[in-house]
């Protein structure tokens, strides 16, 4: 047996406790700097934290957070299934860091159609942990201090805190609301940029404008009207298009989604994000994509190498087979693109009669899984709270949960801190949910309307 040198490291912990009165080990010995980053300052409070825990806690029906109570197709658990227990053993290990071959391949055929254009899986296409990663890649990749991003409110929330992280600054830009005709309710169509002040947003420091069509969380699906206006000043003042589609196949009414990669000048500074969690109702994989030119794309890859280096292969696998029969049954009745959209806009309907007879006006969304309801008629039923910080819609929300048991988000939730109260008479329902559970919604919406309206 080796004998020791010197002291064991215990013995020498000890001695120094005993001869200087503290312990390494001691809870006691704290830091006097600032441990965060300055990066982190003002980005720590996240809705969703709090709102889930809310929901979690007293709600009987949530529709509040973005995600589906019903379960993703057959044909892709199946695919996860072969995936974890088939013969290739090797589906468990690491694959390629900028996606598993045979999902980029499938993406590079599935959006070369889509965008008719050859796309090269391995150049053209990187998959990502979720859309959320996606967005992380492009904003660290982009932006440089000092930059400025523009960015369309509403807007999903992780946007502006991502910007910031960058060290870039977001710059707003409102969608406006219009009165609807008369009668009608309003649409989400009903808001709209306003041309000169958009392109009042964009300077020489304007590095990307964040685009999200269809939008979460009005629904509204921007026109080609709307998209050339956006993909004229990019061109002209040579600014990326960083371009969330991740509901692209959510689109009602037979609206039509377009690419804004598709425009005129836009492929080479476009970067197109997607999800397998919307595209296939499965928001716990947290598969995503960007799809986009060499020359933006080997930005991302050294953002995703030196960070999460690769996505669950088991999971890419299995969406490289839901792709794989989407591909075949393309403009099918059959294709689950084609099914969700027509069950989802039923499921739209529904909860636009329920909240309309109540008197809880909704706005009609043309696309993703959300609807935007005015409770100005509500307002009665929420103790005011005289010069609260907090927005009302915010406040709405939790009285609602807390005391009817349905959950949604506040509208301000998807505003800057400037703006929060600019539209705060709103809040968000998703509906992508079970029949059952929109019909627990329904009950709750008409028991309350009784209580209000009975003596
Ligand atoms: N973009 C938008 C507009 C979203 O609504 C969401 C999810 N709610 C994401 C990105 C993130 O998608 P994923 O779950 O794939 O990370």
Not at 63 to 83: S, Y
Not at 135 to 141: G, R, S, V
Request: net charge neutral; proline share 6%.
């Amino acid at each position: 047996m080796l004998r020791r040198a010197g002291p064991s490291l215990r013995h020498f912990l000890l001695e120094r406790k005993s001869s200087s009165g503290y312990s390494l080990y001691s809870s006691e010995a704290k830091m006097s700097r600032q441990v965060q980053a300055r990066r982190l300052e003002g980005i720590d409070k996240n809705i969703w934290v709090e709102f889930v825990k809310l929901a979690a806690t007293y709600s009987t029906v949530n529709l509040g957070q973005g995600f589906p109570d019903f379960p993703p197709p057959d044909f892709l658990k199946e695919a996860f299934v072969r995936a974890l227990s088939g013969k290739n053993h090797m589906l468990h290990q690491y694959t390629r860091a900028f996606g598993h071959p045979p999902l980029v391949k499938i993406l590079a055929q599935f959006f070369g159609k889509l965008l008719g254009r050859d796309l090269d899986p391995m150049t053209n296409v990187m998959v990502t942990v979720g859309a959320y990663q996606a967005l992380f890649c492009c904003f660290q990749a982009f932006v440089d201090e000092g930059d400025e991003v523009i960015i369309i409110e509403p807007f999903f929330d992780c946007y502006e805190p991502m910007v910031k992280m960058a060290g870039g600054t977001p710059v707003f830009v409102p969608l406006r609301p219009k009165a609807p005709k008369d009668g009608k309710l309003m649409s989400s169509a009903d808001w709209q940029l306003d041309p000169d002040d958009l392109a009042s947003k964009f300077n020489e420091r304007t590095k990307a404008i964040v685009l999200n069509s269809p939008n979460n969380p009005l629904g509204k699906v921007f026109s080609r009207g709307e998209l050339e206006l956006i993909a004229d000043l990019c061109v002209k003042h040579d600014v990326l298009c960083i371009s969330d589609e991740v509901y692209e196949w959510l689109v009602y009414d037979g609206k039509e989604h377009i690419r804004i990669a598709s425009l005129q000048g836009m492929w080479d500074r476009t970067v197109i994000i997607g999800s397998a969690g919307k595209t296939f109702s499965a928001t716990g994989w947290k598969v995503g994509w960007t799809v986009g030119p060499n020359r933006l794309l080997q930005h991302l890859h050294t953002v995703h190498q030196n960070s999460v280096y690769h996505c669950a292969t088991v999971a890419q696998d299995a969406v490289a087979q839901g792709f794989q029969r989407e591909l075949e049954l393309y403009g099918k009745p059959d294709s689950y693109f084609i099914q969700l959209p027509k069950e989802l806009q039923q499921k739209r309907d529904w909860l636009i009669q329920s909240l309309d007879a109540v008197g809880m006006k909704p706005i009609v969304p043309e696309g993703t899984y959300f609807l935007v309801a005015d409770i100005s008629k509500f307002k009665s039923d929420v103790p005011d709270v005289p010069d609260s910080d907090e927005p009302y819609d915010s406040r709405f929300a939790k009285w609602m949960v807390k005391n009817k048991g349905l959950a949604a988000i506040p509208l301000s939730a998807f505003y800057s801190e400037a703006h929060k109260n600019n539209y705060n008479h709103f809040i968000r329902f998703c509906f992508a949910k079970e029949e059952a559970t929109l019909k627990a919604a329904n009950d709750i919406l008409q028991k309350w309307k009784q209580e209000k309206t009975s003596p």
